[in-house]
């Protein structure tokens, strides 16, 4: 148990992956959205809600790199931080949750 004591900050680590992600597809789907607008009103709406979403790409892009979990301009760096974060989602999956795990496997919903 002594590899996982980080697992709060790995479940942090993810959150934030997960909303960086979220916030990227919020920009591109509004920015989408802007191409489809057909009032000034509604358009004037839309490209502000664009640029709070830009806004907030930034500001959780710039609190994960401060915190060392997102490496955009080092390919390198980010390769490592990826490899770690696979490596500790497999250790996760093997931990010993349920007693019988077959009766786990079983609930989901997936092809023999």
């Not at 980080?6 to 802007?34: G, H, M, P």
Request: charge should be neutral; proline fraction near 4%; glycine fraction near 2%.
């Amino acid at each position: 148990m002594a590899r996982f004591s980080n697992l709060i900050e790995f479940a942090n680590q993810s959150a934030a992956l997960e909303f960086l992600l979220t916030v990227k597809s919020t920009v591109r789907n509004t920015a989408a959205a802007l191409t489809e607008c057909t009032t000034p009103d509604v358009r004037m709406l839309v490209r502000k809600q664009l640029f709070q979403a830009l806004d907030m790409h930034e500001r959780v892009s710039d609190f994960m790199m401060k915190k060392g979990w997102f490496h955009p301009y080092n390919l390198g760096e980010q390769f490592g931080v990826d490899i770690e974060s696979a490596k500790m989602t497999a250790n996760i999956a093997r931990l010993p949750l349920f007693k019988d795990r077959s009766k786990v496997l079983e609930s989901f919903d997936t092809p023999n």
